[in-house]
């Protein structure tokens, strides 16, 4: 959980100052928010909120779309009155809040809060492609370290040795053959 309370802090009173939502509840469950400090603590600006388990979607935007949402548990509430009651009660729980404004005037100060959504499937793809490549060069450096350890043996004339590490490095492989293990 991010601990830039002030900038949060900041960033939520700039909101305020510069727009009004039409949903005057939006505005009143920022102030909420803003008031707050374990609250604060534990809210975290991103994309995707409606991956999360507990996400809001507040748009600034005067388009025709839905400028509230509130995510909990995979299911949307269009009013804030729910988000406002779950806050209140769960002020330790952590929110992921995605936040649409009409101009790029913040953008910086959003730029510095904005984190990663881990419950987005982007998020969890990259982090299983990371922890498949991490995984590859592992096994790599530890194949490289045994064979490295076979060709000493060889050149020391250690075959016992040598023998037990091409079985490990066998076993690690999966390519055993029972005549060895016997």
Request: overall charge negative; hydrophobic content about 35%.
């Amino acid at each position: 959980m991010s601990s830039n309370k002030n900038l949060k802090r900041e960033f939520i009173r700039r909101i305020l100052e510069k727009y009004r939502h039409d949903d005057r509840g939006v505005n009143y469950l920022l102030k909420f928010i803003l008031e707050h400090d374990e609250l604060l603590n534990n809210i975290e600006f991103t994309e995707h909120s409606n991956y999360a388990p507990r996400g809001l979607y507040i748009s600034f935007l005067l388009d025709g779309e839905q400028s509230f949402v509130y995510f909990k548990d995979e299911l949307a509430y269009f009013y804030q009155e729910q988000a406002f009651h779950d806050l209140r009660l769960h002020q330790q729980e952590q929110y992921f809040v995605e936040i649409v404004l009409p101009e790029r005037d913040l953008d910086e100060l959003h730029g510095q809060l904005i984190v990663a959504n881990p419950y987005s499937p982007d998020y969890i793809i990259q982090q299983n492609q990371v922890e498949s490549y991490l995984d590859h060069l592992t096994q790599s450096v530890y194949i490289q370290k045994l064979e490295r350890q076979i060709n000493k043996a060889l050149e020391t004339q250690d075959f016992a040795l040598m023998d037990k590490l091409v079985l490990e490095l066998e076993r690690y492989r999966g390519e055993v053959h029972d005549y060895r293990t016997k």
